[in-house]
């Protein structure tokens, strides 16, 4: 008796067939996303892509049939793909978070697009000394001493931090700490740039007990448990844990803050630069500027986003108004590394 | 009546019809080969390639990012101390491990299979949030700091970011792992031989060490060098329990990647890296004499 059993059998011409199939949407995606407009974005996720979702793209950007499409990550893996993906035509997104020291690099490499500024109208208002024509700063929020008003008073320089009321009550995250090195040469030199100087100091403050923590949230938990009673922090955050209910205040140090900005670029390589554009531009307008400001504490970096009420009086400069001090982006390029490694072996093991 | 049995259809194999098992299966391990070579390749190339602060990874035929591990005594250290965790972890497990599968293997309580499901659950979970777990734990004001402080009322023990941490955290990452190996190898050793060892007068911990321990030893090895082999690329433990201050070789290798940018240093610290894990592994595996291997 013959099997009744159909045979399968998967012949090369079918095998061949179903793989273009399958690859198809892959292959046609490119051209497909261009039509209905959409903008890749590479983000941070968390809090932060909530908030660009809530404050940009669905009010301003939806309305206008641009569809903003996130794709999380954290900074390290983004610049890691924009490197690899330089030799492409065609890079995977259209527009990138970056720190401004990043940008700053990547634009060195030869990566970003020179921006055209009429494309962005919304530019004119950006701070001046914000401003680059392959960077558009979205947030910037100033580093003060953070402390806790239960535990101690508050240090009014750097060099407080090496008394003996802040002894062993120090702690900063490892990942802040190039921009903890620029707050010790503001302090020891009056500029950002003299990082010898601030070995110097970092070193006493290491040998006064100084603790290190991996990530910048572990500072809310340590001064939470009353682990620390001081430390260097953007005020963004020190805003975000005070609404938090955790017992932090700030204190803007005599010798200058440094500025942390944090902002967008768009890769040479993007496809929708169009798109990227209009995202730039909605994220300048200024209702999505206070967004920002009142759920992370971030200052706006335009000029016509008055804040009001409390993120107002949270965010508020003292008077006289502090010197802020954005860093050398040239000089950290150049240093960071050097200091990276040193900072593990004399700091971290030290 | 025919008396002769139906014959059995046979198909017979026709050449150029369809795709064989083992066709169908080639695929699959040529992706799976490249996927893993590729990589490999790409990591050795870097590795040799030369880093500047400013313009990063350049290519180049440099055996910089080498000579630097050998150099600098921080990249030792942190080796050193990455091998020391590693096998003490292991050691650590083997002792904990032993006994529970042991006890598991020979159990006929009706909780056994609740026991495996108990023992298995942690694996459920990724490392990070089980990782996050221990951290809620360990911190201060965290549940055990807690009841520590009130056996030690004068808060200056630590118990997050210290190397206890790293222990307990690996540990119970691994230890599972081992636990079900042994216990599958336990099975297979008949309880009829250590009764027999014993109706002979042994004791039952020369019985264990003669009889059972000997057969045991191609599963102890070959769960010993899985929890190296993990232990030694612990990420996410060190870098959340072990802290700042504790550094092992997976975590330092993210930062020369990911802060520093330093590409060719990553890479080189890589194979480093996995070359000590593959040398641990062969001299685990010498340590047991040939005629116990499997």
């Given at each position: 008796?013959?099997d009744?059993?159909?045979?399968?059998?998967?012949?090369?011409?079918?095998?061949?067939?179903?793989?273009?199939?399958?690859?198809?949407?892959?292959?046609?995606s490119?051209?497909a996303?261009?039509?209905?407009?959409?903008?890749v974005l590479?983000?941070?996720?968390?809090d932060?892509a909530?908030?660009?979702?809530?404050n940009?793209?669905?009010p301003?950007?939806?309305?206008?049939g641009?569809?903003?499409?996130?794709?999380?990550?954290?900074?390290?893996?983004?610049?890691?793909?924009?490197?690899?993906q330089?030799?492409l035509?065609?890079?995977?997104?259209?527009?990138a978070?970056?720190e401004a020291?990043?940008?700053?690099?990547?634009?060195?490499?030869?990566?970003?697009?020179?921006?055209?500024?009429?494309k962005?109208?919304?530019?004119?208002y950006?701070?001046?000394n914000?401003r680059?024509?392959f960077?558009v700063?979205h947030?910037y929020?100033p580093q003060?001493?953070?402390?806790d008003?239960?535990q101690?008073t508050?240090?009014?320089n750097?060099?407080?931090?090496?008394g003996?009321k802040?002894k062993g009550?120090v702690?900063?995250?490892?990942n802040n700490?190039?921009?903890?090195?620029?707050?010790?040469s503001?302090y020891a030199?009056g500029?950002?740039?003299?990082?010898?100087?601030?070995k110097a100091?970092?070193?006493k403050l290491n040998q006064?007990?100084l603790?290190l923590?991996?990530e910048?949230?572990?500072?809310a938990?340590?001064?939470?448990?009353?682990?620390?009673?001081s430390?260097v922090?953007?005020l963004a955050?020190?805003?975000?844990?005070?609404?938090?209910?955790?017992?932090?205040?700030a204190?803007?140090?005599?010798?200058?803050?440094v500025?942390?900005?944090?902002?967008?670029?768009?890769p040479?390589?993007a496809?929708?630069?169009q798109?990227?554009?209009?995202?730039?531009?909605?994220m300048?307008?200024p209702?999505?500027?206070?967004g920002?400001?009142?759920?992370?504490?971030?200052?706006?970096?335009?000029?016509?986003?008055p804040?009001?009420?409390?993120?107002?009086?949270?965010?508020?400069?003292p008077?006289?108004?502090?010197?802020?001090?954005?860093p050398?982006?040239a000089?950290?390029?150049?240093?960071?590394?050097p200091?990276?490694?040193?900072?593990?072996?004399?700091?971290?093991?030290? | 009546?025919n008396a002769?049995?139906?014959a059995?259809?046979?198909?017979?194999r026709r050449?150029?019809?369809g795709?064989?098992?083992?066709?169908m299966?080639?695929?699959?391990?040529?992706?799976?080969?490249?996927?893993m070579?590729a990589?490999?390749?790409?990591?050795?190339?870097?590795?040799?390639?030369h880093?500047?602060?400013t313009?990063?990874?350049t290519?180049?035929?440099?055996?910089?990012?080498y000579?630097?591990f050998?150099?600098?005594?921080?990249?030792l250290?942190v080796?050193?101390?990455?091998?020391l965790?590693?096998?003490s972890?292991?050691?650590?497990?083997?002792?904990?491990?032993v006994?529970i599968?042991?006890?598991?293997?020979?159990s006929r309580?009706r909780?056994?299979?609740?026991?495996?499901?108990?023992?298995?659950?942690?694996?459920f979970m990724?490392?990070?949030?089980?990782?996050?777990?221990w951290?809620i734990l360990?911190?201060?004001g965290?549940?055990?700091?807690?009841?520590?402080?009130?056996?030690w009322p004068?808060d200056?023990i630590?118990?997050?970011?210290?190397?206890?941490?790293v222990?307990?955290?690996?540990l119970?990452?691994?230890?599972?792992y081992?636990?079900?190996i042994?216990?599958?190898?336990?099975?297979?050793i008949?309880?009829?031989l250590e009764?027999?060892?014993?109706?002979l007068g042994a004791?039952?911990?020369?019985?264990f060490?003669?009889?059972?321990w000997p057969?045991?030893?191609?599963?102890l090895?070959?769960?010993?060098?899985?929890?190296?082999?993990?232990?030694m690329?612990?990420?996410?433990?060190p870098l959340?329990?072990g802290?700042?201050?504790?550094?092992m070789?997976?975590?330092?290798?993210y930062?020369e990647?990911?802060?520093n940018?330093?590409?060719?240093l990553a890479a080189a610290?890589?194979?480093?890296?996995?070359?000590?894990?593959?040398?641990?592994s062969v001299?685990?595996?010498r340590?047991?004499?040939?005629?116990?291997?499997?």
């Open positions: 008796m013959r009744s059993v159909p045979e399968f059998r998967l012949r090369r011409r079918a095998l061949l067939a179903g793989s273009v199939a399958l690859a198809a949407p892959a292959l046609l490119t051209r996303r261009a039509a209905e407009d959409r903008v590479a983000t941070w996720g968390g932060y909530r908030l660009l979702r809530e940009i793209d669905t301003l950007l939806a309305p206008k641009v569809k903003v499409v996130q794709t999380i990550d954290d900074e390290p893996p983004r610049i890691a793909q924009m490197i690899a330089r030799m035509p065609r890079g995977t997104f259209d527009v978070s970056l020291a990043y940008a700053y690099r990547l634009k060195d490499m030869n990566l970003l697009e020179t921006l055209d500024e009429s962005i109208p919304n530019l004119k950006v701070h001046p914000l680059t024509n960077f700063p947030i929020s003060v001493l953070i402390y008003p239960k101690v508050a240090p009014t750097f060099g407080d931090l090496l003996p802040y009550k702690g900063f995250p490892t700490n190039f921009y903890v090195a620029m707050a010790a503001l030199s500029n950002v740039t003299d990082i010898e100087k601030a100091l970092l070193i006064n007990g603790r923590y991996p910048t949230d572990s500072i938990a340590a001064f939470k448990s009353k682990e620390i009673n430390g922090m953007w955050r020190v805003v975000m844990w005070q609404n938090a209910g955790i017992s932090v205040a204190s803007f140090p005599k010798e200058g803050s500025l942390y900005v944090s902002g967008f670029v768009v040479k390589n496809v929708n630069k798109g990227a554009y209009q995202f730039l531009n909605a300048l307008e209702s999505a500027q206070q920002f400001a009142a759920h992370m504490g971030y200052l706006p970096t335009v000029t016509n986003a804040l009001s009420g409390k993120v107002a009086e949270q965010l508020a400069l008077n006289p108004a502090p010197r802020l001090v954005s050398d982006y000089y950290d390029a150049k240093e960071t590394a200091f990276n490694s040193w900072w593990q072996s004399k700091i971290q093991q030290g | 009546m002769t049995a139906p059995i259809a046979v198909p017979r050449s150029g019809g795709i064989t098992a083992g066709a299966v080639l695929p699959a391990t040529v992706i799976v080969l490249v996927m070579a990589p490999l390749i790409l990591l050795a190339r870097d590795s040799v390639n880093f500047d602060p313009d990063l990874m290519a180049a035929l440099t055996p910089q990012s000579l630097r050998f150099t600098d005594p921080y990249y250290r080796m050193r101390t990455t091998v965790v590693a096998v972890a292991t050691g650590l497990c083997v002792l904990f491990g006994p599968a042991y006890r598991l293997a020979r309580s909780w056994k299979s609740a026991i495996v499901v108990a023992l298995v659950l942690p694996l990724s490392g990070t949030v089980r990782t996050l777990g951290m360990f911190i201060k965290g549940l055990l700091g807690s009841v520590l402080r009130l056996v004068d200056s630590d118990l997050m970011y210290t190397p206890f941490a222990m307990v955290g690996l119970s990452f691994v230890l599972p081992l636990v079900l042994l216990q599958a190898s336990f099975e297979k008949s309880p009829a009764e027999a060892a014993r109706g004791t039952p911990g020369r019985a060490r003669r009889v059972v057969l045991l030893l191609p599963g090895i070959n769960a010993v060098i899985l929890c190296l082999i993990m232990n690329n612990a990420f996410a433990t959340l329990l802290g700042p201050r504790f550094a070789m997976a975590p330092q290798i930062t990647f990911a802060t940018n330093n590409w060719p610290l890589s194979l480093i890296l996995m070359f000590v894990t593959l040398v641990l001299v685990a595996n340590l047991v004499p040939r005629r116990y291997r499997a």
